[in-house]
C-alpha cells in the first residue's frame, strides 16, 4: 500500500517571501501521479499542481511549483511571493496510475501561516 | 466551471440514527467517491464507485455504509445507525477517468457531527 507523509505540521511564511512545503511517499509503482490540494478555512478541497511520474520536468502553476525526485520519493511544494490568501492547510497527495477509479492517498497536511 | 456540490453543509445527529449524505458530481464524470476527514487528522478514503458498482472500499467502509446513485445524478453516502466516531467532514468528488491522470473534483463537504 502506498503511504505519503507530511513532516512539516505547521509552517509559516512572510507575505511576499517564499516558502517549501516538504513531502515523502512510499510506492513499488513506477507509474503514478502526485498533487498538492489546498484547504482554506471553508474545508474547500482546492488542487493547486499536479505532477506525472513519468515527466521529469517539474510542473509549475504561476506562484506555485513543485521539486519532483522520485529516486528519492520527494515532491515538495514552493510557493513564491506568498500572499496572505495561500494561509492554509496543505495536502500532499498519490494516485496509482495503473488501477481505474484509483483513490486519492493523503497526508497528515501542513498548516501554513501567512504573516503581513 | 461546474462544481460538485454536497446538501447539507451541516448536519446533527442523534447517536444510533441513519443520515444520508448527498452529493450532486458534475455532469459528465463517470468516478465518484467519498473522503472523510476527523477534525484535525487527514483526509481518508472511503469509498469509490463507477459503472453503479462499488469499485474500491477502504477498511473503514463496513456494514454501516452504503451508497448509491438512485437516479443518474445524485451520489448518496448512507450511515446507518451513527456512532460517536462517525463525527467528521464528509467529501464527495468525482472525476472523468480513472487512471490517475484527472484530477478529482471535491464539494464543499458535508460536517457531521453525531451528539
Known amino acids: 500500500a502506498q503511504t505519503v507523509t507530511q513532516s512539516q505540521p505547521e509552517m509559516s511564511v512572510q507575505e511576499a517571501e517564499t516558502v517549501t512545503l516538504s513531502c515523502t511517499y512510499d510506492t513499488s509503482e513506477s507509474d503514478y501521479y502526485l498533487f498538492w490540494y489546498k484547504q482554506p478555512p471553508s474545508r474547500q478541497m482546492i488542487l493547486v499542481i499536479r505532477?506525472?511520474?513519468?515527466?521529469?520536468q517539474n510542473a509549475t502553476e504561476n506562484r506555485f511549483s513543485v521539486n519532483f525526485q522520485k529516486a528519492a520519493k520527494s515532491f515538495s511544494l514552493k510557493i513564491s511571493d506568498s500572499q496572505l490568501g495561500d494561509a492554509a492547510m496543505y495536502f500532499c497527495a498519490y494516485r496509482s496510475a495503473y488501477t481505474s477509479g484509483s483513490r486519492l492517498t493523503f497526508g497528515e497536511g501542513t498548516q501554513l501561516t501567512v504573516n503581513p | 466551471e461546474p462544481e460538485v456540490t454536497q446538501t447539507p453543509s451541516h448536519q446533527v445527529t442523534q447517536m444510533g440514527q441513519e443520515v444520508i449524505l448527498r452529493c450532486v458530481p458534475i455532469s459528465n464524470h463517470l468516478y465518484f467517491y467519498w473522503y472523510r476527514q476527523i477534525l484535525g487528522q487527514k483526509v481518508e478514503f472511503l469509498v469509490s464507485f463507477y459503472n453503479n458498482e462499488i469499485s474500491e472500499k477502504s477498511e473503514i467502509f463496513d456494514d454501516q455504509f452504503s451508497v448509491e446513485r438512485p437516479d443518474g445524478s445524485n451520489f448518496t453516502l448512507k450511515i446507518r445507525s451513527t456512532k460517536l466516531e462517525d463525527s467528521a467532514m464528509y467529501f464527495c468528488a468525482s472525476g472523468t477517468g480513472g487512471l490517475g491522470h484527472s484530477p478529482l473534483h471535491f464539494g464543499n463537504g458535508t460536517r457531521l457531527t453525531v451528539t
Open positions: 505532477q506525472e511520474a513519468y515527466k521529469q
